[in-house]
């Protein structure tokens, strides 16, 4: 039976998917097969998804394109704004059924939301409510910038309220000068009540393969089980 992830942020722009291609790195030096999952992607290039093509090539499973991203829209935008331009929408039990589809394919599926963790995805639902229609375990990416404590702990309350478990946090050091680093990052973990799982050094251009080496994969496992 397959084990999932899903991973959210503390904003738009704070590193949830190089955290998720950095866990599926992590997964699979510890020889599990893995796939990646982004559900919704707004905002390509060239007609490429950047979100997705990373997912793909840091999974080990290879497995049919409309399972690893049945949702994707041209602009980068809200979701839910960009599903109705396109005349679509975004239906979470469709996701749910590509979600236990796509579990057949690897050991580990790391899902990687969109934008935060309330940010809608059609009139009604959220985030948060495909999170818990997948009843998956969360890992919360925090870019470590001003602001980051009351974005980090609205956002561990709503994991909390929506009845889902934080699995674990990632500091991601997205500034290269962040004032006060080590206070902020000990408020955040005294307060957030889940393992801190890594910290991400600050890097114009990190690479998801170090990531993986600074994640506490044992940590992760220890608080979903």
């Known amino acids: 039976m397959s084990q999932g992830f899903f991973v959210t942020g503390t904003d738009t722009g704070v590193g949830k998917t190089l955290v998720a291609c950095a866990l599926l790195r992590a997964f699979a030096s510890s020889g ?30 290879r497995a049919p394109a409309k399972l690893v991203n049945p949702y994707a829209f041209e602009p980068a935008i809200a979701p839910h704004i960009a599903a109705e331009l396109a005349g679509a929408r975004i239906e979470i039990e469709t996701i749910a059924q590509t979600y236990q589809d796509l579990c057949r394919h690897a050991e580990i599926v790391v899902v990687e939301g969109v934008g935060g963790f309330l940010v809608p995805l059609n009139e009604r639902d959220t ?20 602001g980051c404590l009351n974005h980090a702990l609205l956002t561990r309350a709503q994991i909390a309220a929506s009845g889902l478990r934080c699995a674990g946090w990632v500091a991601n050091c997205i500034l290269p000068d962040m004032p006060r680093l080590g206070e902020n990052m000990r408020a955040l973990d005294s307060r957030l009540d889940c393992p801190l799982i890594g910290v991400v050094p600050f890097h114009p251009d990190p690479s998801p393969a170090a990531v993986a080496a600074r994640l506490n994969l044992d940590l992760l496992k220890e608080a979903t089980t």
């Open 32 to 61: 599990k097969s893995t796939v990646g999952m982004k559900p919704v992607a707004a905002g390509s290039q060239n007609g490429r998804w950047a979100d997705v093509d990373a997912l793909v090539g840091a999974s080990t499973a």
């Open 127 to 146: 985030a948060a409510d495909l999170a818990r229609r997948l009843a998956l375990p969360v890992v919360l990416v925090v870019g470590m910038r001003l």
